[in-house]
């Protein structure tokens, strides 16, 4: 049981304002309770803040001033402080900006809100008619459950006057009831599929870590379509019988319809929900029923881990390996960490299901600090496509052209047995570079170290680093001169063009994020898709993720050597997990698939470990490579990214950080930079990126904290730490 604390004790309130420490107060008329939400005044505002624990008392008693009120929420748990701070402490995030990430929910201060519901009354109305009989008649249906104005007129076929008129003469009764209600129990035995041998064993080794209650994680993998959302769910359904909550956190928005259907089917009733495409009222509910255990499952997004769960017994991670997980603005967490935090300080479970694991946790499972969980094979009848590279040394293809002729037969032969192909081009837009073939300039983003991709759908130039964009210009912005300007190189729009020419007859999709103005367009359009709608699909990385095709059967790569350029330290891991998840499209019903991935480089040790199908020689070769380099998981990494307006200062202050670097050398950690970050403008702004290397076991998180308190940011300028970054931005 937490601490209580009388009226005028001394209570520390932890608020989301900007201010590096707690606040004492005197608790409220009444007393609070460690952990309640509170309204404090501060200056001249008031704010919302949690109490923290017992005041510090060095301050003036009688200047101290009283917590205004408890807000009418379940109080913050011990846990859920001690994930907090645990949480801000590795990731280097004052306690502030961790509150806000646990406060996410509108109207926290707002007394409950009610709504009016209707039932039945006493008597009859002096007059009866057909309409208010039918009203009379639906409430003794449903029996002791209430409904709304809206709801009950429709049930009855009436209009809400006639429901309103039966309110006046009291045969109908309305009432007010709080609005947030309670979401439907989920049944762990409503609809469960006959598992098979490999998925029963899978399934047993979850269920035994969920009734356990104490936290232990699991690796599930499996190749896509294995059942592993099957298997999962079967932890759900323990986590449910042991009376415990679950969150399964989905890497894309745009699958989580498909999946609260699956869900329902499961359970029998639909689960909470929590994204950003969520209404602001069901945000609010959802964080209140959670809160209360009135909500047991929740699909969301990595937010939902900052939830205010009562007892949390399971987190699926699901698609563990992407790189969405990684928050990469504001607060810099990665949610699969993250989860397991969570889980360790709880004494939950974390299941982290993918066909690609990342090499962290590969590695975290090699070592055995994770329990490993394999499905080898496909569910039913599908088999995993065949993989062949198209040498692109030896196509004949003009330079404007991206499919090759060995893919162009391949697509047509699927069309005559009326098969959908996907083409994959991890890149939208029409063309990632224009250039005026008068004077050799390429457009750039005026506020960004970018250059702008043109988007003919939308008739514009986009800045894929800001956002920003501008028409098409007819003249040349450096020269002036006139229809010189041409596109060079493919996006998504421009391969869809090349595929409409080659394949007049064809109907084609293109799927890519930017083409469809809200998740519920994009869903039926994939819907559609998935029905027929489509002989060739032309997608972009959106299609990688979880989506169901039952005739496709090709997948085509136009470039598999575009993830192997970059000089990023995950780029070959990320080709790989990309590749292979592209590939897992194919064949995922009783067709068999076949994936052809078009390189100059069919040697290359990434694209030999795909086509083989190798994952172990993959990870192996991938992880020896890193211990040799001591890099993470073998190393530890934090990027630093500096940035200002004025270039000059943003490098003086790398430098002096550099110069600076006594706190890091003692824990044996190295500065690499400044260096100009590999996009050194952003919306104007200037970026210098420092790196720090540091051996795996140290403190690398306090030294940093020394190390950054050296200096003062001023004026404009910014520092943002990056604890295992996934990128280097
Ligand atoms: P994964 O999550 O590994 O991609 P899924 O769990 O989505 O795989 O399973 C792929 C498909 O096969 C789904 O449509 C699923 O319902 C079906 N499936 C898997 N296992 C079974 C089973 N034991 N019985 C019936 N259908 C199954
Ligand atoms: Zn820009």
Known sequence: ????????????????????????????????????????????????????????????????????????????REEMRAFLERAGAYTLTPMNAMLRLATRAPGLGDPPS???????????????????????????????????????AEAAGVTTSVVKGLVKSGAVREEQTPRDTAFAMLDPDHGGKALTEDQQAAAQVLQKGQASHAYN????????????????????????????????????????????TRIEARFGAKPAEWHSGVTMTERRRVWRMIAQGQAQVVVGARSALFLPFQRLGLVVV???????????????????????????????????????????????????????????????PAVLPEMRAIDMRREDLPSNRWISPSLKHAVTARMQRQEQSLLFINRRGYAPVTLCRACGQQIGCD??????????????????????????????????????????GPGV?????????????????????????????????????AAGAADIIIGTQLVAKGHNFPLLTLVGVIDADLGLQGSDLRAAERTFQLMRQ????????????????????????????????????????????????????????????????????????????????????????????????????????????????APKDVMLQRALAEWAGQVQLKGDLRMSIDIDPQSFF
């Open 114 to 152: 009610m709504q009016k519901i209707y039932r039945l009354g006493e008597g009859e109305p002096p007059r009866m008619t057909d309409a208010r009989r039918r009203v009379l008649d639906t409430c003794r249906e449903v029996g002791g459950l209430s409904l709304t104005l809206k709801e009950l």
């Open 447 to 488: 506020d960004c170290d970018a250059r702008m991709v043109e988007h003919r759908f939308l008739k514009r130039l986009v800045c894929h680093q800001c956002g920003e964009s501008k028409p098409m210009p007819e003249t040349c912005p450096s020269c002036g001169a006139e229809d010189r300007l041409a596109p060079v």
């Open 1 to 76: 049981m937490q601490g209580f604390f009388e009226e005028n004790a001394l209570v520390a309130v932890q608020t989301t304002q900007p201010l590096d420490r707690l606040l004492d107060y005197r608790a409220p008329e009444g007393g609070c309770h460690q952990g309640a939400f509170v309204e404090v005044p501060l200056g001249p505002r008031k704010v919302i803040g949690v109490v923290w624990g017992p005041g510090r008392g060095d301050f003036d008693y009688s200047k101290i001033r009283q917590v205004i009120r408890v807000l009418d929420v379940a109080p913050m």
């Open 318 to 380: 699901d698609e563990e390996h992407d790189t969405s997980y990684k928050q990469d603005d504001g607060v810099l967490y990665n949610a699969r960490d993250m989860a397991v935090l969570r889980a360790s300080i709880l004494g939950a479970q974390v299941v982290l299901a993918s066909a690609t694991p990342s090499l962290e946790s590969w590695n975290n499972a090699e070592a055995g600090k994770y329990q490993r969980v394999i499905l080898a094979s496909r569910y039913g």
């Open 582 to 693: 592209v590939a897992g499209r194919a064949g995922r019903s009783e067709k068999p698939g076949q994936a052809l991935l078009q390189t100059f480089q069919p040697e290359h040790p990434v694209i030999r470990a795909i086509l083989a199908g190798d994952e172990e020689a993959f990870w192996k070769a991938e992880l020896d490579e890193r211990r040799s380099a001591t890099m993470p998981p073998f190393g530890r990494l934090a990027g630093v990214i500096l940035s200002g307006e004025d270039a000059a200062k943003v490098f003086d202050l790398g430098n002096h950080l550099a110069r600076h670097d006594a706190p890091l050398r003692r824990v044996g950690a190295t500065i690499y930079g400044p260096a100009p970050a590999p996009i050194a403008r952003v919306r104007g702004r200037h970026r210098v990126r420092l790196l720090i290397k």
């Open 493 to 529: 729009e421009r391969l869809a063009e090349e595929a409409q020419e080659l394949f007049p007859d064809a109907r084609i999709a293109v799927l890519s994020s930017d083409l469809y103005g809200t998740a519920r367009e994009l869903k039926g359009q994939i819907e559609a898709i």
């Open 217 to 260: 994680t699991v690796l599930l993998k499996g190749v896509t379509g294995s059942g592993k959302t099957e298997v999962y769910l079967e932890a759900v359904a323990e986590a449910l019988r042991q009376g415990r909550q679950a969150l399964v956190l989905l890497p894309e928005i745009a699958l989580t319809a498909e999946f609260l």
